[in-house]
């Protein structure tokens, strides 16, 4: 039977030292060939397909020290005609070495986007897929997810979160989302004014396709809110997701008389009754 225990004395290493050093090459080399080779655009579509997205990308060059750079990247829902709801003219992507030690083949992602920094880690698990993502400093008003509908969105978003999402069996679909803004803004379709938020929190987990939303505060803004509720995902276009939020909302003094005639359109004045927000994400209802 071999002896094994000679490969762990250092005394039989510094006797065959070309041995090693060859041995040293090849590993190397090998990891030079995963990285080059490696399908980053396709391991990358792979990991977001089974949470409705697509990628798409112009082009793709070789990143040091290893990965691979995509170029005017835009990730879009699976339905036609969406517009993406992330878009970058440049993104890094490497293999994920802890999931491929695994045997879940992933990928790691980083963008500067938005005048801040996004990551992302995702990998294969079944029929679905396992994400974890991070935001820095995101301005908000570069953000066109809304424009179609005439919305706009303003402020300095970070956050975190982890998701897993199973297609074929959204039971088990599971995740945490914690998004910090400050200075939130939001100005809704049509000729009204926008509405500040100030600081804003959002606390939200998954749950079978539903994104429960734990906690939505905001104050120092026009608009003090507090609220939870949930938004049902539409995998096919997230403008119509489903909204079943409640919340309660209190304007400061000076956005009583900015937005009087705004305020005046609410189904009840301001105070502590909630207000109950309804419909989709592209045409909410407000009671």
Do not use: C
């Not at 094994?4 to 070309?18: G, K, T």
């Not at 959204?170 to 000729?191: C, N, Q, V, Y």
């Not at 049902?232 to 008389?257: M, V, Y």
Request: glycine share 12%.
């Amino acid at each position: 039977m071999p002896d094994y225990n000679q490969y762990l004395n250092a005394d039989y290493w510094r006797e065959h030292q070309l041995e090693l050093a060859y041995g040293v090459a090849a590993f190397i080399l090998f990891l030079g060939f995963l990285f080059t080779t490696f399908p980053y655009s396709l391991a990358l579509q792979g990991a977001l397909a089974p949470m409705g997205l697509r990628v798409e990308s112009s082009g793709q060059g070789f990143a040091l020290p290893f990965g691979a750079r995509l170029e005017n990247v835009r990730v879009r829902s699976m339905g036609t005609g969406t517009p993406p709801v992330f878009e970058s003219e440049s993104v890094r992507v490497w293999p994920a070495l802890g999931s491929l030690l695994l045997f879940h083949p992933g990928v790691s992602a980083s963008a500067k986007a938005y005048d801040g920094t996004l990551r992302l880690d995702a990998h294969r698990s079944g029929d679905g897929a396992v994400i974890s993502f991070g935001a820095d400093s995101v301005d908000l008003a570069h953000v066109r997810l809304l424009k179609e509908i005439g919305a706009a969105l303003g402020g300095v978003l970070s956050g975190d979160g982890d998701i897993t999402i199973d297609p074929v069996s959204p039971d088990d679909d599971s995740g945490e989302i914690h998004l910090t803004a400050k200075g939130f803004m939001f100005r809704i379709p049509g000729p009204m004014p926008a509405l500040g938020f100030g600081d804003t929190e959002l606390r939200a987990h998954l749950d079978r396709g539903i994104i429960v939303i734990d906690q939505l505060k905001s104050k120092d803004g026009d608009l003090d809110i507090d609220g939870h509720g949930s938004l049902r995902l539409d995998p096919s276009d997230w403008r119509q997701s489903h909204l079943a939020i409640q919340f309660t909302l209190l304007p400061s003094a000076t956005a009583r008389r900015r937005l009087s005639f705004l305020l005046a359109f609410l189904p009840h004045p301001p105070g502590t009754a909630p207000y109950k927000l309804g419909g989709t994400v592209a045409t909410p209802q407000l009671s």
